[in-house]
């Protein structure tokens, strides 16, 4: 998992400027495109913020198990789309690092009967110590389809130079599933698994609810675990509320 103690090697910003130069290009290239007639002519904004118990990214706490918070944009025009997001962070055993800051990009067309996510993630740490190598990309590939009342999906991330890990590779797959059994109830839960090159493997998985409060305000209540508890405490088995607004 990429929030371990792991041995520290030359920083790099490649990972935030190769997300910039995607998101620019993109966006350039949204708006050099002739709109169809029946589509809006410029592109759709949205904004997001979130307060949380706890910051738990595919099963492992990034704030040590501290409250988190974080804001977000996302750009979309058509199928293509991009966006920006930052949350607070806290690594075991690193004073210095404040902050995530990410940057993405892709395109979400439907075809087959399914829809589809293809993209890139690029992660940057504000406040990381000098060597760390914490900024890293991701290139994404999802898909997810109805089936009657539920919506089945899965995912996967290959990182060719992780967080952290001196160009060790890394790739995580995951299949997730989501059902709303009444009004503003959504289920969810997940299942993971994260392989590393330097042998840092684990699983994780997480189920919980969600309640829509308002037409912008949402509350979900999230169960988290790994099968590798003896990684450190930031991967032991929790409980994490969080309260997001998107407008």
């Given amino acids: 998992m990429r929030k371990r103690n792991l041995s520290k090697a030359s920083g790099s910003n490649d990972a935030l400027f190769g997300g910039a130069c995607l ?14 007639a029946e589509e809006k002519a410029g592109p759709d904004f949205a904004f997001n913020a979130a307060v949380a118990s706890d910051y738990v990214f595919r099963g492992v706490s990034q704030t040590e198990g501290d409250p ?19 949350g607070n962070v806290a690594f075991t055993g690193d004073a210095d690092t404040e902050a995530e800051i990410d940057l993405y990009a892709g ?8 829809n589809w996510d293809f993209g890139v993630v ?6 990381q110590p000098d060597g760390a190598d914490y900024d890293y990309v991701e290139l994404k590939a ?5 089936v009657g009342p539920a919506t089945l999906g899965a995912a996967i991330y290959y990182s060719p ?36 090159s330097s042998d840092f493997d684990y699983t994780t998985w997480n189920l919980g609810a969600a309640y829509q409060l308002t037409d912008h305000l949402a509350l979900d209540v999230r169960y988290f675990d790994t099968d590798e508890h003896g ?17």
């Fill in 23 to 36: 998101v620019a290009i993109i966006a350039l290239g949204l708006c050099s495109a002739p709109a169809k």
């Fill in 68 to 86: 988190a918070v974080s804001a977000g944009v996302d750009v979309t025009q058509g199928a293509f789309y991009a966006g920006a997001w930052v």
């Fill in 107 to 114: 395109v979400r067309p439907e075809f087959g009967g399914f």
């Fill in 122 to 127: 690029s992660y940057f740490y504000a406040g």
């Fill in 142 to 146: 999802a898909t997810s389809r109805a």
């Fill in 161 to 196: 130079d992780f967080f952290g890990a001196s160009e060790d590779e890394a790739t995580y797959a995951e299949i997730n599933g989501a059902i709303s059994p009444a009004d503003k109830w959504t289920i969810s839960a997940a299942v993971g698994r994260q392989w590393v």
């Fill in 231 to 247: 990684f450190g405490s930031s991967y032991d088995s929790r409980v994490a509320a969080s309260l997001k607004a998107v407008f």
